[in-house]
Structures are given as structure tokens and as C-alpha cells.
């Protein structure tokens, strides 16, 4: 038996990925579900297996060159007397 | 025993371009947000585009603080929300398996105490938040994208230092070395920032940040050791926590609760190929590597006093006016004899340190320079083969500054040039002697008087004789 | 002029003066007016195509050069990045967004001349299977307006099956191409893994997705891909196909080639389903291939893999939508930081959301080594085991999707139940694998597809074997 997703966690968890919920016993729910289906990993025999990873060549990388952005960006953002983006203050 | 360890975050601000994108790497002087892309702005849809030369720098840096690099290289996202960084997350570096930052268990020496260097990673600087209005009610928060993307080095140290002092000189030390290196300008307002940590006989560390300068990192520093060990004498533990400096106080101030423990879930950047470094290209870049300020100074103390040796070693654009005035000079040995290359190049050094550096004291200056090394040999050449004054070269540079003619025109359209000839230098001689016969009757009860003599031919001159020529031919007049 | 007509074949009418782009431009405008009310593949229409028609018209009566598409409408998912047209993701949460620049694929179809014909209807930010989790209402199946057109492209494939645009370009991170071009028969692909430039693709799990074309013949994708495949600069993870012609030799057949059918994804599956797979897999025999049964023991787990990297991968991605650089209008006046892109962010719907807990949830500190790393370690072993097939088979087999169409609501609250939606398809994603959808039968009415995986960079194999399969189907025209 695997731990069980308390509210805390969902409340921790909802907190760190900014979202306002509601609903934490759907949430609960769903994910104690999920994390039970992804037991079955642990079936899978993993203790050996390396990571492969995309590889790229040094010499492929973008050269040092400053090239200025052809438009004017901050005038299709939101924005502040076009010239800042606005912020909610920081507590 | 305190254990002091450092985190130091240095902008490469001699590339040209950001991190992940072509925006410029040097934010100053854009108007707000006009420096920024898809990319760096984190608009949806956009990937980051790894800067070749950001990692041959990093490199550089690795190699310099002495330590391992690895053969492949990674990125990590750090993923946290704050208003200055507009993915909400650092693209960064992070050993999750195995070693795949910039550099890692390098050291460095200071002062014969040997420092660790834990990791040498690159990152990406957030934007920047500004605060417009007075009151903390009605402020309101803006954000400036400008700086965002900009290309970091990171360094984080082992807690080595034993105490304040330590940490100033290894900062600068650093400082020096990365300007030497060409990889950033450091006395650019935010170019290089240190945070620390603070321990004290074996307790838990304190990290403090917020701290804005070399200077407030010592006092800071200094206040945290003493914070911990008035809490130790007193049997109380001290907490694992964060602490920010507090600048109006002067003390630190415990930052974060613990409800609030950041869990980054740090993951590989899929959006970044791992780079595979062909050792090849490494080792080329070892050799490009420019040599180091200690080294420099000690070649320059052959031909110069200590303290201009390192006046000049410790600052790249002087350092690399005299290295090319001391090539000229050496390579001239079949035709030249060693004292007058030596002298020559000696005399090279006074120019840069006694006239050009006050002339070209900023930046601005020296970019629209129109001295160049070749000039500082003339003018030495010239000094050296008494062809001017000192004094009189000091108005040549300044002339040749302001016209952008070579020292030769300069010479003759400003009559300059020596009088060193001595049948010239007798005429004036002839007259001086004629005009002052009070002093030249006075020189026998005071031999010192020939002086004004000289002064009165130099006067005569301009400043053209020769003194020392005008004093020796003086004094074989006077006597005979 | 029908509508039914195939992309390669509309160029060739278009060539010989048999149509005109405006006619056909306004003949598609007609149709999306008469039927899409109902079926909702589109969010939004180009109000301009007509008049870019008109323009290409004239170059073509000219004799100035015109793009290879010659006007042709396409229609992009609405995630891909179009200049000046909204882009929302079907998301509430980017119901405002304007995208200020093209996707890579955008710019390369607009300068061969293709119109943009609208964005089509998708699962919110890409995670669904049925289009029912878009914030703005599902799409329907044309085959019959009762059953889901499959998803996350689902407006993408009803759009291309009801004769609303000649083709369409969508993304696939588990079967998202795939999976609605089988349930409303038309062809669906996913490349290699950096085959085709993710520039300007919303990203919603990076190390895994990919654009991928819809058509109603595998030709008409091979046409595609020759305009949009290829290294791209803005995108570090794409790969040199060497500017391969993908409609070359495109009949060569499967003669001699060997197929594998991979037991793990025809077990369980329905059995109308089934009995198309083997139907298929006695085409292919009769075509002169050799059928054998293989087995990639590691399928079982691909499906938890999937959704603990997706959930991951996209917790990140989806963290820059805090509406502070755009998104949709939400005033931040009274609101402190966190509580304001909380509030903000409760705009994702349940779908998002609860892929957003889970994604917060399986990476975080305490979790990641059960969870994540053993995500990527199944992505790995997954994929030498079916290199190792690939080793002595040439290409793989299976059903698309294990199960037919189903109607709405049907599937909705069982969240395992519909991750095994993509039991078959998640396995082409995690291991970069090219693999299509070809519309193979009908079951009642209800469309079957039927997929082909290859070797990684083999995308030409893969569409001459599909081409092949496709030459000994029969299908009806859509009852739309």
C-alpha cells in the first residue's frame, strides 16, 4: 500500500503550481489513482538502465552575434505607458 | 573557527548576445523593455538558443579557477514564480546525474590560503523589477525585461574562508582575473554580485543574500559570524535558514520561513541538446587563455616600479597597449642595444601611467581612442633619443589626442623638438648669460644658483633644451 | 470543383487553369459556413483569405512566381503560433493572445503560398483525447455527430475529414495526430523527433511532441513534409534530414520488407478493431511483405511513463501563463503576487488543472526518484528494446487506437481508463519513432485507422508502406 495523498499535500502542491482550486477531494482522489497506476513501475526492472540523451555538437551552437528584434515587442504585451510590464505587488 | 563559503554571480557582459537569444548581453542604457525577443521574454511557443561563446568563456573560467570540465554539458530548468523571470523558470545547471556543468573541484590560491571551487555553472539573469511612487501603499511594481536572458556565470565556492578579510581579497582577486580574462567588465553597475554562507564550529549554515556590494558582504559577513557566536555562547542553536542583509540596519535578517522551502523540482532542459565538448576545441581554448595578472606584472617589473607594474597589469586595455609597445621594442634587438630597447619600453609605461590614463579614464574615452600602442612607442622613442622633453611629450600626446596627427607633425607644427644640438643651445646660453649677470656672479658663494640659470634657458626655450645638456654646458662655461 | 479534393491534386487543377484559387478559397468558406456551426472545428477563420486568394490568382495570371502550395487553404491546431491571429490554446487562459510572430512551419507554408484558412479546436493546451476539455466547446465527429473526433487535434482532423481545408497541421505528444486522424478517417502523422521545427508550437511536453500534418492521402503528408521538414536554427532539438523529398519513390511499396505486429497493442483491444488489424496485415502480406509477431515488453508501461514525463514536463511549460505579459483581461489592481496568478490560473480548466497537481506533485523533492526517474528510465529501456526490434523488422504495425469512436461523455470521468486512449501511440512519442495513421475501415459507420511506426529518420519508409496500405482501401466520402 502506497501513502495515501492527504489535503495537505494537494493544498502544498496547488500552492507551489499557483493555482487556485477548490475541489481538493477530486484532487485527492485523482491523484491517489494515478500514483497507484504508476506503481506498477516498479515492476519494470530499472535499476541498471543508463539515461540517453539528445546530443548536440559545440560547433552546431548559435553564434555570439547580437541581432535586434525587428519590432517593437513591448507594444503587443500587456503594458504599462508602453514601456514596463505591470506587476501585482510583492509582499 | 568560522567557515565562510561564497556564491558568486558574474554577467559576461563582453559577449554580444544573451544567453538563449540575440538580444545584447549588455542591458545599460536600452530604454525599458526594448532589448528583449520571443525568446527571452518567454513568449509561448519560443525555445531558448544556446550562445556558442558563452560556454568557450565559461570555459575559460573553469580553466582559470583550476578545475575539472566535463565532457558533456548540460541544462536544468529551476522552476519557481517570481514577476522578473518570465518563463517562471531559470533555464540553469544542476548535477542530477553526474557532472554536467561548466567545471567543478577547481581551487584557487590567495595569499598562500587555498580556496576550493565547489562549481562553475551557467545561467540566465532575470529581468528587473522597479518601483514607481513613494508610498509602499500606492507603489506599484513594473518589470524591465531588458536584462532578462542575460548570459551568468555562477561560482560557488567551498566554505574555505575563515573569516572577512579572506573573502575581500578572493573577491578581488576574482575580479581581476575575470576582467583579465575578457570576459566581464566588472565595475559595470551589477556585474558581478556575491552572496555567502556563514557557519560556525560545525553548526548549521546561513546563507545571506540580498547583499549589493563587495563591501556590505564583509560587513555582512562579519555580523553574521558574530550573530552565531553570541547564540553559541549562549547554548543556543543556531537555525538553518536564510537571512538577508538589511543595509539601512546593518544586520542581517532571517528571510524565509520554513513554510515557504522552495522545491524547484529541477528537470533536464529538453529544449537544449546536451553539448558534446570535442576536447580538441577545449584544449584550444586553453591556449587562448590571456596570461594571468600576477604573471604580467611580474614581466613588467623589469622595466618598471612595482606599483605602475601592476597599475598597469591589473587593467586589460593598458596591459595590452604595453604588451605590443614591449614586442615592438624586443624585436628591434639586432638593431638595437638592450638599454635602449629597456629604456624605451620604461618609458612606455610612464606614458600610459603618468598621461594617457588620465586622458582616457572611462571607457567612452578609450573606445574613441585615436592613441594607439604605435604612438606610445613614438613618443617613447622620441623621449629616449632626447628628440623631446618628458614634459614636452606630455603636450605632444595631448596635441596628437586632440588633432589625430602623428607625433612627427605634432613635433615640428608645435616646435616641440629638443634643442639638443650644442652649438644651439649655446646661443641661448650666450643670451641667458648676457640677461641674468646678477646670478651668474652669484654662482661662485652659491654654486646652486646655476639651477635658476637653467630654469631661466628652459624658460628661454620653451621647455625645448635638453636640461641636462644645459646644465652641463652651464657649468663648463660658468667655471672656465 | 469538389472540396474532396487531394492537396497534390488541387495543385495540379490549379496549374492547368482548371480552378482558380478564389473560387476554391470561397467554395471552403462556404462550406465552413454551412457545417461548421455544428461540427466546431474551427476557432477562429481567416476573415482575409479570400483576398489573399485573389492575390495569388493574379501572380499565377501573371506568371510570377507562386508558392509550391499554390493558394492551397491549410488550417493550423491552435497552439502553432500564427502573426497577428489569436492563439488561445482553446484555453481560457489565453483567450486574448495574439501571437506577434509565425511558428517556423507557419513561415515556411506562407512562403510557398499556402493560406491560412483559421485554427482549429483542440483539448486545452493539448491534453485530451476527445476535444470535450476545450474551454470553448468540443468538436464533432463528421462520421457522426453523436461520437468524439478523437484529440488533442481534433479540430485539426475534422476540419481536414469534412472537406474544410485541404490539410491541416496539429501536434502529437501521446497519439494527438494520430489518434483523431483515425477516428475520422483521414491520414495523421507524427515524425522522428526533431524532424520538424517546434518553433512557435505551444509547448505543452517538449522532449516528446512534434508538429504533425493531417491529410486525406498519404501523399498529400509526404507533400507537406517537403515544405515544412528540416533543421531549423530556432529550434536546437531539431535534426538534418538532408533535405530528403519524401514524395520520391513514394510508391515503392513494401515488397520484401518485414513487418512486426507488436502483440502488446493488438491484446485487449476491440474486436472490431482487431479484425480490421489483421485485414490490414493480410494487405500487407499480399503486397510482399513478411509479417511476424514481435514483443516490447516495456509497451506495459509506456502509458505511466507518458503521463508522469507529460505532467512534469508541462507543470513547467504552463508556468509562464500568469497573465501578466498576456492572456486575457484580469485587472491586478488590489492584488498581491502570488494570490493574483493563483486567481488567474484557476482559469485552466479541470483537465489542466488536475495535469498541473499531478505535475507538481510527481517531480517534487520526496517524489521524483519513484516517480520521474523511473518515467525516464522506462523511456529509456523502451527504447533500446524497440531499436532492438527494429534491428530485424523493417517497420511495426498495430491499431491505431484500441477502441472505437465513442460517444460524448462516455469516457470523461475515468481517468485511467482514458489514458489507455493512448496505449498505442505513446510508445512512437517516448522513443522519437515516426509513425502515422492510415484510415484503413469503417465499423458501422465508424471510422478505423491503422499504424505504421519505423526507425528513427525512416519517415520515407514509413509513408511508402502507409501509401501502400492506403492503394487497398476503399473508403466512402464523408456523409457531411
Redesign the interface.
Same mark, same amino acid.
Given at each position: 500500500m502506497n501513502q495515501l495523498v492527504s489535503k495537505e499535500e494537494i493544498d502544498r502542491v496547488a500552492k507551489l503550481m499557483r493555482i487556485e482550486i477548490d475541489d481538493h477531494v477530486v484532487h485527492i482522489d485523482r491523484v491517489q489513482k494515478m500514483i497507484e497506476y504508476f506503481d506498477i513501475l516498479d515492476k519494470a526492472g530499472l535499476e541498471s538502465e543508463e539515461l540517453i540523451i539528445q546530443e548536440q555538437k559545440f560547433e552546431d551552437l548559435r553564434e555570439d552575434k547580437h541581432i535586434p528584434y525587428n519590432e517593437k515587442l513591448i507594444d503587443k504585451l500587456k503594458n504599462y505607458k508602453n514601456s514596463y510590464v505591470r506587476a501585482p505587488k510583492m509582499v | 573557527m568560522a567557515k565562510i563559503g561564497l556564491e558568486i554571480h558574474c554577467q559576461l557582459t563582453k !559577449? /554580444?548576445?544573451k544567453l538563449f537569444c540575440?538580444?545584447? +548581453?549588455d542591458y545599460r542604457g536600452f /530604454? $525599458?523593455?526594448?532589448? @528583449?525577443? $520571443?525568446i527571452c =521574454?518567454?513568449?509561448?511557443?519560443?525555445?531558448?538558443? *544556446?550562445?556558442?561563446? +558563452?560556454?568557450e568563456k565559461a570555459i575559460m573560467i573553469s580553466y582559470t579557477l583550476n578545475c575539472e570540465i566535463p565532457k558533456?554539458i548540460?541544462f536544468f530548468?529551476k522552476?519557481y514564480?517570481? $514577476?522578473d523571470l $518570465?518563463?517562471?523558470?531559470q533555464i540553469t545547471q544542476f548535477d542530477a546525474?553526474g557532472h554536467t556543468s561548466m567545471g567543478y573541484n577547481g581551487h584557487i590560491s590567495i595569499e598562500g590560503k587555498e580556496i576550493g571551487i565547489r562549481r562553475i555553472q551557467l545561467e540566465e539573469d532575470p529581468g528587473r !523589477? =522597479?518601483y514607481e511612487g513613494s508610498s509602499e501603499k500606492t507603489? @506599484?511594481?513594473? %518589470?524591465?525585461?531588458n536584462r532578462a536572458g542575460t548570459p551568468l556565470v555562477e561560482i560557488v565556492t567551498e566554505p574555505d574562508f575563515e573569516n572577512p578579510k579572506q573573502v575581500r581579497i578572493f573577491l578581488n582577486i576574482l575580479v581581476d582575473l575575470l576582467e583579465n580574462l575578457g570576459v566581464s567588465v566588472p565595475t559595470l553597475e551589477g556585474a558581478v554580485r556575491a552572496d555567502g554562507n556563514v557557519s560556525i564550529e560545525g553548526g548549521n549554515k546561513v546563507e545571506i543574500k540580498n547583499v549589493t556590494s563587495f563591501h556590505d558582504l564583509e560587513k555582512a559577513v562579519h555580523f553574521e559570524i558574530t550573530r552565531q557566536q553570541s547564540l553559541v555562547d549562549r547554548g543556543i542553536p543556531v537555525e538553518l535558514e536564510t537571512r538577508q542583509w538589511d543595509d539601512r540596519r546593518k544586520i542581517t535578517v532571517s528571510a524565509r520561513s520554513k513554510e515557504e522551502e522552495q #522545491?524547484y523540482?529541477y528537470? *533536464?532542459e529538453? #529544449? @537544449?541538446?546536451? %553539448? *558534446?565538448? #570535442?576536447q580538441d576545441?577545449i584544449s584550444n581554448l586553453k591556449s587562448t587563455i590571456p596570461e594571468s595578472i600576477p604573471s604580467k606584472k611580474a614581466g613588467y617589473t623589469k622595466y618598471l616600479p612595482a606599483q605602475v607594474a601592476n597599475t598597469i597589469a591589473t587593467d586589460p586595455y593598458w596591459s595590452d597597449m604595453m604588451n605590443t609597445c614591449i614586442s615592438t621594442f624586443q624585436n628591434e634587438v639586432t638593431t638595437q642595444n638592450e638599454d635602449y630597447i629597456n629604456s624605451c619600453i620604461t618609458e612606455c609605461g610612464n606614458i600610459i601611467t603618468t598621461n594617457l590614463m588620465g586622458l582616457e579614464d572611462t571607457k567612452e574615452k578609450r573606445e574613441k581612442s585615436n592613441i594607439n600602442a604605435e604612438d606610445v612607442e613614438d613618443i617613447a622613442k622620441a623621449v629616449v633619443k632626447k628628440e623631446i622633453t618628458r614634459n614636452l611629450s606630455k603636450i605632444a600626446l595631448q596635441e596628437m589626442k586632440k588633432t589625430g596627427k602623428p607625433l612627427s607633425e605634432v613635433i615640428s607644427e608645435q616646435d616641440l623638438g629638443n634643442i639638443s644640438d650644442e652649438a644651439d643651445l649655446a646661443k641661448f646660453i650666450e643670451e641667458v648669460i648676457k640677461e641674468e649677470l646678477e646670478a651668474v656672479n652669484q654662482i661662485k658663494e652659491n654654486p646652486e644658483t646655476v639651477n635658476f640659470l637653467v630654469g631661466k634657458v628652459m624658460q628661454k626655450t620653451k621647455g625645448k633644451a635638453d636640461p641636462i645638456l644645459t646644465l652641463e654646458l652651464l657649468k663648463k662655461k660658468l667655471v672656465s | 470543383m469538389s472540396l474532396a479534393i487531394s492537396a497534390v491534386d488541387y495543385v495540379t487543377e490549379i496549374k492547368n487553369g482548371n480552378i482558380t484559387v478564389e473560387e476554391f478559397i470561397s467554395k471552403t468558406i462556404e462550406r465552413i459556413k454551412k457545417i461548421d456551426g455544428k461540427l466546431h472545428a474551427f476557432l477562429s477563420v481567416n476573415e482575409n483569405a479570400i483576398i489573399q486568394a485573389k492575390e495569388i490568382d493574379r501572380k499565377i495570371k501573371a506568371n510570377e512566381n507562386v508558392g509550391k502550395c499554390m493558394g492551397m487553404p491549410i488550417s493550423f491546431k491552435d497552439n502553432i503560433c500564427v502573426k497577428g491571429s489569436k492563439t488561445t490554446c482553446a484555453s481560457k487562459v489565453l483567450e486574448d493572445f495574439v501571437s506577434p510572430y509565425d511558428a517556423t512551419v507557419v513561415t515556411k507554408l506562407k512562403s510557398e503560398d499556402a493560406i491560412i484558412i483559421g485554427k482549429t479546436n483542440m483539448d486545452e493546451f493539448a491534453m485530451g483525447f476527445t476535444t470535450e476539455f476545450s474551454a470553448f466547446g468540443p468538436s464533432r465527429n463528421p462520421w457522426n455527430s453523436e461520437y468524439v473526433p478523437g484529440g488533442s487535434s481534433g479540430g485539426s482532423a475534422v476540419a481536414v475529414s469534412a472537406l474544410e481545408s485541404i490539410a491541416s497541421l496539429g501536434s502529437d505528444t501521446g497519439g494527438s495526430v494520430r489518434n483523431p486522424a483515425s477516428f475520422c478517417s483521414v491520414v495523421g502523422f507524427k515524425p522522428t523527433y526533431g524532424l520538424i521545427s517546434r518553433y512557435g508550437l505551444i509547448s505543452y511536453s517538449n522532449s516528446i511532441e512534434q508538429i504533425g500534418p493531417l491529410t486525406r492521402t498519404v501523399k498529400d503528408t509526404a507533400f507537406l513534409l517537403n515544405i515544412i521538414a528540416g533543421i531549423d536554427s530556432n529550434d536546437n532539438t531539431t535534426v538534418d534530414n538532408k533535405e530528403e523529398n519524401y514524395l520520391n519513390d513514394i510508391d515503392a511499396g513494401v515488397e520484401g520488407k518485414t513487418i512486426g505486429i507488436i502483440s502488446q497493442m493488438t491484446k485487449g483491444v476491440d474486436k472490431e478493431v482487431s479484425s480490421a488489424t489483421k485485414n490490414a496485415v493480410s494487405q500487407f502480406e499480399k503486397l510482399g511483405a513478411k509479417i511476424e509477431e514481435v514483443s516490447i515488453d516495456m509497451v506495459e508501461y509506456s502509458v505511466a511513463s507518458y503521463y508522469i514525463i507529460t505532467a512534469t514536463e508541462a507543470g513547467s511549460n504552463l508556468a509562464r501563463y500568469d497573465n501578466i505579459r498576456y492572456g486575457f483581461d484580469f485587472d491586478l489592481e488590489g492584488y498581491e503576487f502570488n494570490s493574483y496568478i493563483s486567481k488567474a490560473r484557476k482559469n485552466f480548466g479541470p483537465e489542466v488543472t488536475r495535469r498541473m497537481i499531478l505535475g507538481g506533485f510527481v517531480p517534487s523533492a520526496g517524489h521524483a526518484g519513484k516517480y520521474f526517474l523511473k518515467a525516464l528510465k522506462v523511456k529509456n529501456k523502451l527504447t533500446s528494446e524497440i531499436n532492438d526490434v527494429l534491428k530485424k523488422v523493417d517497420l511495426l504495425v498495430a491499431p491505431t487506437v484500441p477502441i472505437l469512436p465513442f460517444k460524448f461523455g462516455e469516457k470523461i470521468d475515468d481517468p485511467v481508463a482514458l489514458f489507455l486512449i493512448d496505449f498505442n501511440t505513446v510508445t512512437a512519442n517516448l522513443t522519437g519513432k515516426p509513425a502515422i495513421s492510415v484510415p484503413f475501415e469503417l465499423s458501422n459507420g465508424l471510422p478505423i485507422g491503422i499504424q505504421i511506426l519505423g526507425k528513427e529518420m525512416q519517415d520515407k519508409l514509413v509513408l511508402q508502406a502507409a501509401h501502400a496500405l492506403e492503394k487497398t482501401t476503399n473508403l466512402p466520402e464523408v456523409p457531411v
Open positions: - | !559577449l /554580444e548576445s540575440p538580444c545584447k +548581453a /530604454e $525599458p523593455n526594448t532589448n @528583449i525577443c $520571443p =521574454i518567454g513568449l509561448p511557443g519560443s525555445l531558448p538558443r *544556446l550562445n556558442q561563446k +558563452a560556454l558533456k548540460s530548468r522552476n514564480f517570481y $514577476p $518570465p518563463k517562471n523558470y546525474y !523589477l =522597479i507603489q @506599484i511594481t513594473l %518589470v524591465d525585461y #522545491d523540482r528537470f *533536464l529538453g #529544449d @537544449i541538446p546536451q %553539448v *558534446l565538448l #570535442d576545441k | -
